[in-house]
């Protein structure tokens, strides 16, 4: 079946350093993909999505190229914030899904230092 | 903007009562989502809806039940809660229309003694 798998955290960065979280997921066809980003006490939010190969979504600085040839999505930022952590997931909506479910990768938690 | 609100932010229950968790949102979408979330498993779908009274079981439905009367409203029962029930409930709605993302409320963090 459809799966997600994310790099486990917890991430520690220091302000500024570069961040990638890598997610690679297995679906048949053309998902689309989504990262998500909940802050502590919080909801989850959408950063970013793209619905076909090559699409790059971007958000707040983080950026995301759907590969589909290596089926990932990995996400990346050039210089972390304080206030960017947070815990990251990456979804796929299978194709052709009834009503747009998404399956869910496990979460990185990710905490910058200033 | 969107707007998925959950009734409450933090809950406290008894094994055995009967709990009802209840979500809004106020964007006429078609599809709404229950998902419970715990550490190092992500989130799990446990039941969604397409429309009023139209429902499916996800991957964890078991010890749940819901109910759509309205559109805007979707609620997730306990009918017997257990203690493996404490968790964070998140609820979230879709539109039907384009490749839209789902929208979350803040969830509810149920405890279950």
């Known amino acids: 079946g459809d799966s997600v798998t994310q790099m486990e955290g917890p991430v520690t960065l220091s302000e500024e350093a570069f961040l990638t979280i890598n997610c690679t997921y297995t679906a048949t066809g053309y998902p689309s993909l989504f990262w998500y980003v909940q802050y502590p006490g919080e909801g989850l939010q959408l950063l970013l999505k793209a619905t076909k190969a090559d699409d790059k979504g971007s958000n707040k600085g983080f950026e995301a190229t759907y590969r589909k040839e290596t089926t990932s999505f990995h996400l990346e930022k050039g210089s972390v914030q304080v206030s960017d952590s947070a815990v990251y997931f990456c979804?796929?909506?299978?194709?052709?899904?009834?009503?747009?479910?998404?399956?869910f990768g496990q979460g990185t938690e990710l905490s910058v230092k200033p | 903007d969107v707007k998925v609100t959950q009734s409450s932010r933090y809950l406290v229950k008894r094994t055995g009562e009967k709990v009802f968790l209840e979500c809004v949102q106020d964007m006429d979408h078609e599809n709404m989502f229950w998902y419970r979330q715990d550490p190092g498993l992500g989130l799990r779908l446990i039941y969604f809806s397409y429309d009023v009274k139209m429902k499916e079981k996800g991957d964890i439905p078991e010890g749940y039940s819901v109910s759509r009367e309205k559109k805007e409203r979707f609620s997730l029962i306990l009918e017997s809660a257990s203690t493996n029930q404490t968790s964070m409930y998140l609820c979230?709605?879709?539109?039907?229309?384009?490749?839209?993302?789902?929208?979350f409320g803040d969830g509810t963090r149920l405890s279950i003694l």
């Open positions: 979804a796929l909506s299978p194709e052709a899904t009834a009503g747009g479910k998404l399956i």
């Open positions: 979230a709605s879709r539109t039907d229309r384009g490749n839209q993302p789902q929208h």
